[in-house]
Antibody, heavy 114, light 106 residues
Framework: QVKLLQSGAALVKPGASVKMSCKAS????????VSWVKQSHGKSLEWIGE????????NFNEKFKGKATLTVDKSTSTAYMELSRLTSEDSAIYYC???????WGPGTMVTVSS | DIQMTQSPSLLSASVGDRVTLNCKAS??????LAWYQQKLGEAPKLLIY???SLQTGIPSRFSGSGSGTDFTLTISSLQPEDVATYFC????????FGAGTKLELK
């Protein structure tokens, strides 16, 4: 069965960076795009971008260019997202999904606070 | 950017009711639309993809319709476990989600 296992919650200081992971299992990792989605408290969903593990190709929501960096490690079937120059606006739950969203990870909560 | 507008934002209905949720795209997205259900504290779950295809394991009381700019999610007979927030998503160009419809029991 398809599973996406995400890293645990993070508490980070303003101005710092955070890197989170999404480990895939139950399917061929290199055959599907991995997307990342942000959900701020009580709000809707924002697509951040996507990465194709086979080639490393990426596409981004313009809003998140320069904020998010997407990478993969094919040897461990793991996708990563790094968020830089964090502010309180980056406090949210971040989900990884297979393709456009047929399977979702449980989310990683990021809290930005001094 | 493609904008997605959902209506209503809040819907109250009774068990057994037929419920209709709407989603409008700011431009033609053909049938590149999905519907998700999100319960409190959980990740969204895919219900419908390609506007009208039922995801495996989803009850048949859920159905989707539409193409182009106007789409609908219908629950034929509302069940208590359907209380949730429902989001539509376009994946024709990048991806954009609607603001959601919160469905509650009357």
């Amino acid at each position: 069965q398809v599973k996406l296992l995400q890293s645990g919650a993070a508490l980070v200081k303003p101005g710092a960076s955070v890197k989170m992971s999404c480990k895939a299992s139950g399917y061929t990792f290199t055959d599907y795009w991995v997307s990342w989605v942000k959900q701020s408290h009580g709000k809707s969903l924002e697509w951040i971008g996507e990465i194709y593990p086979n080639s490393g190709a990426t596409n981004f929501n313009e809003k998140f260019k320069g904020k998010a960096t997407l990478t993969v490690d094919k040897s461990t079937s793991t996708a990563y997202m790094e968020l830089s120059r964090l502010t309180s606006e980056d406090s949210a739950i971040y989900y990884c999904t297979r393709d456009y969203g047929d399977f979702w990870g449980p989310g990683t909560m990021v809290t930005v606070s001094s | 950017d493609i904008q997605m507008t959902q209506s209503p934002s809040l819907l109250s209905a009774s068990v057994g009711d037929r419920v209709t949720l709407n989603c409008k795209a700011s431009q033609n997205i053909y049938k590149n639309l999905a519907w998700y259900q999100q319960k409190l504290g959980e990740a969204p779950k895919l219900l419908i993809y390609n506007a009208n295809s039922l995801q495996t394991g989803i009850p048949s009381r859920f159905s989707g319709s539409g193409s182009g700019t106007d789409f609908t999610l219908t629950i034929s007979s509302l069940q208590p476990e359907d209380v949730a927030t429902y989001f539509c998503q376009q994946y024709y160009s990048g991806s954009t989600f609607g603001a959601g419809t919160k469905l509650e029991l009357k």
